[in-house]
């Protein structure tokens, strides 16, 4: 493996090509005042749009993810986008930090500045983390894979590869939405190289095996019924996704409103905005996460992992256990999960927090909540190197 330097730097073609296509954009028809009742608010899009064309600054948000120090990988089967922060000082604890769909890396460089550098906001005596953010193979400016056979378990075995690369024999995980579901196959796959690991989701496929004759608890039959019911309202994305993603793929390569307005549903379903997005998120964040999907055309190999994980889902058999230790994270208004006495089913569950705000996207709504619950039960740990 060989680890170069990166930057990003989108062609200005690229940018004006954007304009031009914004520009020309066919509206469709809309049911006056229907507001987000079918999905999308009209007149929340064409005022995105609108910002996104006249007075979004790409090149001022390329300038700020240059500013995190970033790398790629290269393989035998192509390239591992990253960003490598390092601890200024003292020990460090190493932690790979995996997203999700419909996230990049770039959700995770704050909750991983505040790992990295904890000195202003918790004192020297916290502390500190060496933190990688590599990027999904198919995401943003990793390589899209070229075969099929790429999920959550292959994933970890490359980022198990990328940490020994980097000199980590033994680190933590952290991930949310799949980067859940990648950690949790470290988990399985590379269990004498973590530390712990540390979740604010649980993989929506996770299925462990019941033995016990008593089955099902109330709490988690109720809990699966929410969750039914969720996906049933909510999850006609990850439907598609998971059984037709080239059917969609062209579209949201080839349109920008398109993409727009189906990556901005999910900010604004799964957050806790009690109903309108930039309660929680800038205008900047969702077009700075749009442009990224856009910029790299990685959005349909980013949903192919949908499909992939339908072949080969995280269904537990009666031997399969998560022994190393693992926190949860619990947002208020996170996608439903089950309760922790089925996750411990399949987790050796040793903290579980519950936070009365925030939701999906948590590295980015709820930073400094994440960042200290990654902290606390990482000082819990006897791996945890003393503070300098």
Known sequence: MNIRPFQVSIPSSEILDLKRRLGQTRWPSQIPRAGWIQGMDGDFLRSLVDYWLNRYDWRQAEAALNAFPQFEAITDTGSIHFAHLKAAHGAALPIVLTHGWPSTFAELLNLGEMLANPATAY???????DVVIPSLPGFAFSSAPTTWGTNSRTIADQWAELMTALGYPRFMAHGGDLGAGVSTALGLRHADRLLGIHLNYIPASFQPQIVDPPGLTEEEVASLARRAAWLEDEGGYSHLQATKPDVLGPALNDSPVGLAAWIV????????????VEHRFTK???????SLYWFTR????AIRIYWEGRQKPLK?????????PVAVA????EIPIPPRSYVERGYNVVRWTEFDRGGHFAALEEPALLAQDIRSFAQALTCIPAAS
């Not at 549903?265 to 309108?276: E, H, M, P, V």
């Open 298 to 301: 990685s959005m349909p190999s």
């Open 123 to 129: 004192g020297s005596s916290a502390p500190s983390f």
């Open 316 to 324: 537990f058999s009666a031997a399969d256990r998560v022994s190393v």
């Open 265 to 276: 549903d999910k900010f604004r379903s799964w957050s806790d905005c009690a109903g309108n």
């Open 284 to 290: 900047d964040d969702l077009l700075t996460a749009i």
């Open 330 to 333: 619990h947002f208020r208004r």
